[in-house]
């Protein structure tokens, strides 16, 4: 077995194919791993069917060891532990099954430049919920492909040029079949508010503003409400193609629920954001004096003092007092 360094630890079986390299199987004994981007100085640009699926029998190929480091003693190597995945910028193909039963994967972080997705090839990923993509222009195409495969909560990040372009959720919908015996046929139904935001693609293409426009009916049915809140706070912070009008619906869902808005940028770390919030949902005095202990409660001292300072400036102690006799 060849060995080659890498950023991540795998075992790969390789077939040498034109100018690029077929990944005909993959495993990895690390949680968090990325793939090769290029072999013997050939991208890497398929992966086979099966490739990463654990338990998939061997494929005849060439074995290749890709080495990061000394690896421990106790060391398993088994793909239903890995969390997070990253592909190779230059692969174009997906094999049937590629990731079939990576049952631990949650995110997916990939180019665009995917052509070709085999059957199931995201089968049986049923945590997988969160992807960053590198945009290169086909980008619609790729997100048509998951969010018509996959009927939950996705939190999408459109990245180009190494920075983040976009910051997308589409809320979660359910199909449901039930069965209408007297009337000897079964009944469709769809529950939650996601259906609209898996299909506002036209012509595989993003349309952002059929994607705004979805906001308001959101509201309207049945939805989940921290949903709702990520949902306005990542498209008024990464404004991409944001019209006046749907960034005033979105300031008025976050100025409705600024404490909430505080407490998940908190809990999920994105306390430095906290400025842009105050600017664009500004708090009344009693949910700063709240927003306030929260961060006093947690110990984030950078949060407190952001917090403080804002207090002070829009209401001084002396706007307060009271000397009626």
Not at 115 to 130: E, F, K
Not at 175 to 199: K, L, M, Q, R, W
Not at 204 to 210: E, F, I, P, S, T
Request: net charge negative.
């Amino acid at each position: 077995m060849e060995t080659v360094s890498g950023v991540s630890k795998w075992k790969l079986t390789v077939r040498r194919k034109g100018d690029g390299v077929t990944v005909l199987r993959a495993v990895t004994c690390e949680e968090s791993a990325a793939l090769p981007e290029t072999l013997w100085g050939l991208p890497v640009t398929a992966l086979g069917d099966h490739a990463l699926a654990p338990g998939a029998v061997p494929a005849p190929g060439q074995e290749v060891l890709v080495s990061c480091g000394p690896l421990p003693p106790d060391v398993q190597w088994d793909n239903r532990n890995l969390r997070e995945l990253t592909l190779p910028a230059s692969l174009e193909r997906m094999g049937d099954y590629a990731l079939f039963n990576c049952t631990s994967l949650k995110k997916l972080c990939l180019g665009d430049g995917v052509q070709y997705w085999g059957g199931g090839a995201i089968m049986n990923c049923r945590l997988l919920d969160t992807f960053r993509v590198d945009c290169a222009g086909r980008e619609g195409e790729l997100l048509a492909y998951f969010a018509g495969e996959l009927p939950g909560e996705l939190d999408v990040e459109l990245r180009r040029g190494g920075e983040t372009e976009a910051r997308l959720i589409f809320p979660e919908y359910v199909e449901v079949y039930e069965e209408n015996c007297p009337a000897h046929h079964f009944d469709y139904s769809i529950y939650g508010a996601g259906y609209g935001y898996h299909h506002c693609f036209y012509g595989k293409k993003l349309d952002l503003r059929a994607y705004d426009a979805l906001w308001r009916p959101m509201l309207a049915m049945e939805h989940e409400a921290g949903c709702a809140l990520r949902l306005a706070w990542w498209r008024l912070r990464y404004p991409a193609e944001l019209t006046d009008r749907a960034g005033e619906g979105y300031r008025a869902y976050l100025r409705a629920h600024t404490l909430e808005a505080v407490r998940w940028l908190l809990s999920a770390g994105h306390g430095g954001d906290l400025g842009l919030l105050l600017a664009e949902a500004p708090p009344d005095r009693e949910t700063l004096r709240d927003a306030c202990a929260l961060a006093r409660e947690r110990g984030d001292a950078a949060a407190l003092a952001l917090l403080l300072e804002e207090q002070h400036r829009r209401f001084p102690a002396g706007a307060a007092r009271d000397f009626t006799l």
